[in-house]
Every structure is written in C-alpha cells, then in structure tokens.
C-alpha cells in the first residue's frame, strides 16, 4: 500500500516500458497524470518526436507549476531516471510548496524490452532500455535524498499489479472541524487570565458544555508567571479533545533549548526554562513532546477558517514546506530591525484578499482589529494588556484584563495598521471576472462593463466607505394582453404562482428616486464600524451610488433623528434602508425640465393650433375628419402626460418638502435583514413617526385566492387612477432560485412618461417588447446585492463588500431598454 498527500507532485520513475501509464491510468484520474509522451505529441503531432522532448518538457514543467499553483494533486507520467529530469519537477513542488512523492516501477530489464518490441508506436530497439535502466540503477539509492519526501519502489510485475494508492490528509487539514470555535490569542503563561477567559467564554473545566473547542494560536509560553500551568491546562484540553494548537515562534525555540540546541536565551525564555526546572521530569518531557508535535496552522470550518501564529497569507493556505512554516511562526520579516532592535514585519494583511477568515497573534496590538478578513488577538496580556478570545462564527470579541505587567514590553504597545487597508484597489476589478455569492450562481462581469463603472465609482460616487449597497434594477411583468394596457397586475401574480410563490405583498410604488441610506447612530459609530473620522455619521445616495445633494448632513440629520425607535428594536447603532426620496423634481428637475416639460409645452402650443387649422379646413367642406380625429386625441394625450408627471413634482427648499419612504431594512449589526420577511420590514419601519418618512402603503395577496387577487387589483386600479405611479409586487418571504425578487406594475397613465404621450396607439408594437435581458440582470444584481449586505453584516473587509457593489455597478452599463 502506497500512502500519498491529498496536496502532492507524485512523481512516476521507471524505463520505458515499465508500466507507468498503465499504473497511472489504473489508480489516477486522466485530468491528474501530466504525461511527457502526451506533451510531446502537442508539441510535434508524433509522440516518439524525441527531437520534440525540450518543447515537450517546457509545456509539461508549465502544465504541472499550474495544477499546483491552484492546489491540484497532480502526477508527472515520464521516465525520470535520471537525477536532472527529477531536479526540475523537485523545484517545481518547493516553488508551490506542495510535497513531492515518488513511485519507482522496477521491472526486469527483458520485461520492458518485450513490451516495448510489442509496441508499434515504439521504433527503438533494447539500447535504449539498457541506458535508461542504467540510469535508474544508478540513482535509485539517491531518490529519497534528492528532495522527495518518500520514495515508493515497487519492484517486479507482481508488486506493480498489487500496488494500492491511499491519500493521506494534509497535517494542516481539520476541514472537518466546523465549530464553533474560541480562538485565543497570546497566553504568554499567564495561566489565572486565560483561567478567568475560558470562564467568562463558558468554559466548565477543560470543557465546554455547548460543546464548543478552544484553539490557541500559539505562544502558550514564556515571560509569564505561570509556564508550566498554561502548558498542563491546555495539554489536558488538547488531550480531551475540546482544544487545539498552532506553534508559536516561543514554542519552537523552548523546544530547541530542552533539546540542548544552542539558543538565545531572551524575550523570556529563561522565565520558561527556570519554571519547567521545577517540574518533574516527566511532565517536562511531555510538555516538549506536545511542543515538538504542533502544527505551523490549520484550516478548519470547510477552508473558511485558517489559524496560524503570526498569520499565513493565501498562497501558502494548506501548504507544506519550510517557508511556509517560517510565515506562520514569524511573520513576512523585511529583514530590517526597527529602533527597539526587533524586527519590522510587512504587514501582509494589508494586501490580503483570501476568501478564509485568518485569526493569528504574535504582534500585540492595543485592541484586536479587522483587516481585509483577518484579525491579530494578541492584545498584550503579559505586558498588562488584555488576554482576547474571538467567538467563531459568531465574530465576537471576548476579553479579560491583565492582573498585572508581568513582563515590560521592548516597545510600547500599538496599532496594528497605520492606513487603510481594506479599501477596493483597482486590481480586485479589472478584468473579465467572476463574483460569488452565496445566494445564486457566481456572477461574471465583463471586461468592457468595468470601465464605466471605474469612472463613476472614482469620480462621482459618495465616500467609498459609505458605499455598502446599490439596489439591482426592476422588471416589469409579462406584457399584459388585456386591452388598453401594457402593464397588470395579472401576470405579475400568474409570474410568481407559477414560480411556487403562494403570497405576495403589493407595495406603493412612490414616484421618486432610488435612494439608500446608510445611517450611524452617532459620528463615533460611524468611526469604528465605517472608518469615516470626518464627523459625519450618514450618507443618502443614488442607485449608482452618487450623493443626491452637494450636502446631505441636513438630511442625514433629519433620518438619524427619525430612526431614534430603530436603534433599540433592531439592537444595533447603524443601519441601511432601501428608500424612495421624493419628490421625483427633487433630483431629476433638469430632466423634466429638458425631456418632459419641454414636449409637454410644445404639445400644448402646437396641438391646438393643429386642431384650430383642421376645424376650419373642415368647415370649408375638405375631409380631415380622420386627421382632425386624430389630431384631438394627441392633444388629449398630450395633457395627460402633462398631468402625469407634474402630479410628481412639487416645489422644495432644503429639507422643507422632501420626504423619504423607506420601504425595506437591508442590514444592520450582525444581520442582512434584506431577507426578511417583507412584513418585518413594513411593521419595523412604521415605528417611524417624522414629518420626514412617507408611509408605504401595501397589501398582501393569497395568490391561490381569487378574492384577495381582486381586490389588489382593484386597491391598484385605485391608486393609479388618483395619480400614483403603481406598484411593486414581491414575494412576501425570501425566494431563493431564480424568483425575480419585485416586479414593476405601473399604471396606464404613468407610462406615458416612460413611453411617450401617444403611447396608447401603438400598444400593439409595445407589446413586442423583449423582457428577457432586463429580467437576467435584475436576478444577477439583486443577488450581488444580498451578498454585498452579508459580507457588510459579518463584518467583512471594505474591500470584500466593494467587489459585488462594483460588479452592480458595472452590469448598469450593460445596454438594456431604458424604459423597461
């Protein structure tokens, strides 16, 4: 039985002849074996071109370097008989630090001579054998020592025919492992702190009884008062089962002191080693025998969880090799010392973008801080800081203090990190790329959309730390076949009955602008959870993210003020509301001003003098009936668009005469309230009481019921005949799939703004109207928008909240009917 890494370059040695592609085809997928005869064949169309071979190589070294670059098993189908053919491969694992294995077929000389004489793609005679076996027989001592972990020789056909391939798990792998989880940071043998931690977490003993595991992220020792009772304590833990340890730079080097390695006794060390004196021998042979076995870092939770002592950057996530190693017990070093004579570390957590959350110690920091998905918790309790544990999945920091300095510090306390980090680079957007959510399918954003959108987010839009959320466009329902109208109600509730929805809720639909609020009880909330130190504790900005106003304080002002009963009923100190600001003039006055008022004036200045000029033609007996007929029906259109869109526009003067009507509560703290049930949201939002907030109004349908059917038609029919712009019909509890989450019913008259005053007489050629590309975005971005709202709520990276949020951004450059 052969036992290979899950993660590994296996490579096969063997003359030709011996068997290799039959042993690789037998126990590896075809997508795994790289073969050299295959690259050939590539390369020159005939797989024995030996002329061929240098090429064949290149691509084969390029193919392998991939695979390994995305974290494939992989397994290199040549010859390799000789020492410089290995060499390349061997460099290749220890360029992706992935361990190399190999599996040495050994068959009798005659055997791959007779198998290659029954070959007619093999023209070589035995020469050829007879050198490559050489080869072999020369190095086949020095395999192990050439950089493999394990050489695998199976010798003669017997062996070969037996052989088994098990995979044998990463050491860092405990994907298995789910949680929840306390992971704790730098203990530094202050056993009453991490005693006082594990009791304040819950912790009954050496267990916890909701079952939950502790894991330590090294530096159990040195500096503090209590070494060995830290070591007994998590020891048992470990050895219970509801603990585990990375190793920590402190427990590398107290290993190599107990094992009489020559080492630099400071930074504490000699505190460890004065307190392990006074133990029995016993327990100081277990305490180096635990030491000696932890890990450099582990990934639990499915991958989405890494730990490692001083951090691990994504590439080296699962890896195994020495500089993998000497990044999670040290750091990235620059190779610099600062003043205080320790050594300045590059801060890889500022250019992290992994999808796994990293939770390390090592560098003590005042408070324990979110950088692009990872956190330090080593807040300094030997130096008289806080010993700090963090919940998973929970995101929650729990603390105990210091007792006292037990160790002066080299260098006072700091933060760690003197910039913003988290914020969106320009290289997390380029390119033609694929955004995941956990809501739908990944979402691909073309190369060419994201150009406008760069343009608008860096020359436009509000804050980029106010910029958590755009809204995803809406679609109207199935082109109505009941006549005089475009739009009703009917095939929107036929849409969502078909989709399996069994209720709706009908929402007024204000005849505004877009507009998302992202509120912050105080200007000191807005510091720690948004990053803006400017003062200003809220934004208000368009559904492409652009400030409605050159000064919103006055508004934000008003809102935070409206939103006082939110903070208590939601328990938490910001918020973000989906809103309609109106009126529609408030922000779109040019626009009426140009591409409304002006038809409507001209309409009214032309149409009757046309009509004046036909009734006088018809007077002197000419036949214009049917052009006069027409003529007055334009004129009548005409005023009813008119009438349309001056109900919308009412004159404003700052906040007197604006109002918001906040319809949804997308996320607030710890939560991406988006998915909640549209009746939470309607009777949270209606303990709003300001002259500030509109009502939305709305109604809830039994799809199966054709009553309640009847009557929201007929509460639409109502509304839109006093002037209101219609309604939105969504599913009254999240749908996941493909459920278009609103669709659009406007009324008969609105539309004469979106389609013209005359709209009514080609309702044949409307009709025609494509919905398709309309619909698919209104999926895509509603999806990215979810995702953008739960990476907020848990507290993701800026940076991780932008990437769905520009993708919104981008897809609103795909072209799309204007006035769907």
Known sequence: ?????????????????????????RHFAPTQVISSDFCRGLVSDDENDQSATPAAFDLLHHIVGVRLARGLFTVVDATNVQYAARRGLIDLARKHDVLAEAIVLDVPEEVAIERNAARPDRAFGPGVVHRQRRDLRRSLGRISGDGFRRAHVLRGVEEIDAAVITYEKGWSDRTELTGPFDIIGDVHGCRAELEALLRRLGWEGIRHPAGRTA???????????????????????????T?????????QKLVRALNGRKVRVAHGLRESLDQLATRPPEFVDRARAFMDG??????????????????????????ASGRVRAFALYGDTTGETDEYGLPVRYPWADEYRGRAMVVYGHTPTVRPEWVNNTICLDTGCVFGGHLT??????????????????????????????????????TDVTGTRYVETRFGPNVKVMEENTAAALEVMSRFAVDPRWLVYLPPTMAPPETSKLDGYLEHPHEAFE????????????????????????????????????GVTDGSAGVVYTRTGRPFFADTAPLVAGLREACEPLWAALGSDWVVLDCELLPWSAKAGELIKSQYASVGAAARAALPEAVAALETAAGRGLDVGELMARTRRRADNAALFRDAYARYCWPVDGLDGIRLAPFQILACEGRATAVEPHAWHLSTLALLDS??????????????????????????????????EGMVVKPAAYQPGRVQPGVKVRGREYLRIIYGPDYTESLDVLRRRFLGKKRSMALREYTLGLEALSRLAEGEASWRVHEPVFAVLALESEPVDPRL
């Open 1 to 25: 039985m052969i036992s290979v890494p899950e993660l590994s370059l296996v490579v096969l040695v063997g003359v030709s002849g011996s068997g290799k592609s039959t042993f690789a085809a």
């Open 215 to 241: 894991v330590f992220v090294g530096d159990l020792v040195d500096r503090g008062p209590d070494t060995p009772g830290v070591l007994s304590l998590v020891m048992d833990m470990v050895e219970a089962g």
């Open 243 to 251: 603990a585990i340890c990375v190793m920590g730079n402190h427990e």
């Open 294 to 319: 932890l890990r450099s870092h582990y990934r639990l939770d499915g991958g989405r969880l890494v730990v490692a002592h001083a951090g691990l950057k994504e590439a080296y996530h699962g890896r």
């Open 389 to 426: 544990a963090l919940r998973y999945p929970e995101r929650q920091i729990v603390q105990v203090p210091a007792e006292k300095v037990w160790y002066e510090p080299a260098k006072p306390l700091g933060h760690a990190h003197g910039r913003e980090p988290g914020m969106l680079d320009i």
């Open 495 to 530: 849409e969502f009955a078909a989709a399996g929805v069994r209720e709706v809720v009908c929402e007024e639909k204000h005849m505004g602008s877009r507009a998302v609020a992202v509120l912050a009880r105080t200007p000191e909330v807005a510091a720690a959870r948004f």
């Open 691 to 724: 002259p500030l907030i509109a009502r939305t109004e709305h109604v809830f349908v039994t799809l199966g019921s054709p009553d309640s059917r009847a009557e929201a038609t007929a509460w639409w029919e109502a509304l839109t005949a006093a002037g209101g």
